[in-house]
């Protein structure tokens, strides 16, 4: 039996795209082998890999000004090469709003002056602090931000107006509502929550930042290398490539994004709206900044928590346990999460709760 599974990533994945893979796992289209055994210089990896590429185009509205980049390293090898190849003059500024914009604002001080602009640490992360254009320095290669904050469960409604180039790291809400690309220098995100397995991350880069790195940034980071490779500079993650594939198919049958978009609000309103009305669960987040994708909420003690989460498996709803610099749980609602798994989880909260208010 399937569970719904609310994990932070990876995380769940259509089932009908699961099925589709299993369909055609020993053979893929004819070609009498299975995906995972091609050349990746075949031709029929090729239509792969350009499919991929066309329907991500497509479905998130990227222009030809554009490279989009199938590499490899997750999220946190961008923490590196965004400064090995942007910080040219060896300054950025950071808005740290959580664990993962931390990690990426440490990586850059490796490089040159990586200032933080501001920052929601005074208050857990609760919030997306507020920032206005002249907060950036104007002399600043780029500002980096996390457009979601999978642990803390915040995410910009808005984003920023930055003097210089907006560089995003939107591993934990890519495709899940619409975004225009053109606001943005650089878009990155490792694949394993809303695209597909683990082992593929998409870099969406201007290309007039790609054409040159700084003079230490290693090959194989050059985003100049792997855009004039078409991401085939070495061997790329052909199977999650594959899969990717398939996700965004099953995304433009529901609609493209727009309608992923609705669904996943839904999704969310119901979560937060059953939370809010409860006076046995709650979420912290100030409300404007709420994530649609990660929702923590916690008990009133730290027993009944672990109570919740061990009960919660009993009844085929998994993975609900929050990130350790948090606690209490945390459900992951990615696009993959289908409504009837939202409500099952409130049916089992509101359960809960009567039996131990
Ligand atoms: C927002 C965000 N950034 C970065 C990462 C790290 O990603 P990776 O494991 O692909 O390096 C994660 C992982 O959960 C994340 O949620």
Redesign the pocket.
């Known amino acids: 039996m399937r569970v719904y599974n609310f994990s ?2 990876p995380s769940m994945l259509p089932e009908s795209v699961l099925k589709k893979a299993q369909a055609e796992f020993l053979d893929f289209e004819g070609s009498g082998m299975s995906v995972i055994e091609m050349s990746h210089r075949g031709k029929v990896f090729d239509g792969i890999a350009k499919k991929c590429e066309a329907l991500f185009r497509e479905i998130m509205g990227i222009s030809d000004d554009y490279h989009v980049l199938f590499l490899q ?7 590196d090469a965004v400064p090995l190849n942007l910080m040219k003059t060896g300054k950025a500024d950071y808005v740290v709003t ?1 664990n ?2 931390g ?2 604002a440490k990586e850059g001080a490796r490089y040159g002056d990586a200032k933080i602009i501001a920052s929601s640490k005074d208050a857990n992360f609760t919030y997306i602090p507020e920032l206005k254009y002249e907060d950036f320095r104007t002399d600043a290669d780029y500002v980096h931000i ?1 457009s ?4 803390f469960g915040t995410r910009y409604l808005d984003f920023p107006k930055t003097p210089t180039p907006l560089v995003c ?4 809400e890519i495709l899940s509502r619409e975004i225009d690309v053109n606001k943005f220098g650089l878009i990155y995100a ?4 809303n695209i597909a397995p ?1 082992g593929l ?1 998409i870099v969406i880069v201007r290309k007039d930042l790609a054409e040159s790195s700084t003079p230490n940034c290693p090959t194989m980071l050059k985003y100049s290398t792997q855009a004039n490779a078409e991401s085939m500079y070495n061997t790329p993650p052909c199977f999650p490539i594959y899969m990717a594939m398939l996700v965004l198919e099953w995304i433009k049958s529901l609609g493209g994004v727009k309608e992923i978009q609705k669904i996943n609000e839904y999704k969310a309103g119901l979560l937060y709206n059953f939370i809010d009305n409860s006076s046995y669960f709650k979420n912290s987040v100030r409300i404007k900044d709420r994530s649609i994708m990660n929702v923590p909420f916690v008990t009133p003690s730290e027993e009944s928590d672990a109570l919740f989460i061990k009960e919660a498996v009993q009844n085929g709803l998994v993975s609900l346990k929050g990130h350790r610099l948090v606690g209490g749980m945390r459900a992951s609602i990615y696009n993959a999460m289908p409504v009837e798994g939202v409500k099952k989880l409130i049916e089992f909260m509101k359960a809960f709760e009567l039996k131990n208010k």
Do not use: H
């Open positions: 932070a990533g390293g997750g999220a946190s090898q961008q923490f959580g993962f914009s990690k990426a996390t979601n904050n999978t642990i790291d939107m591993s934990s490792g694949a394993q929550k683990a991350t």
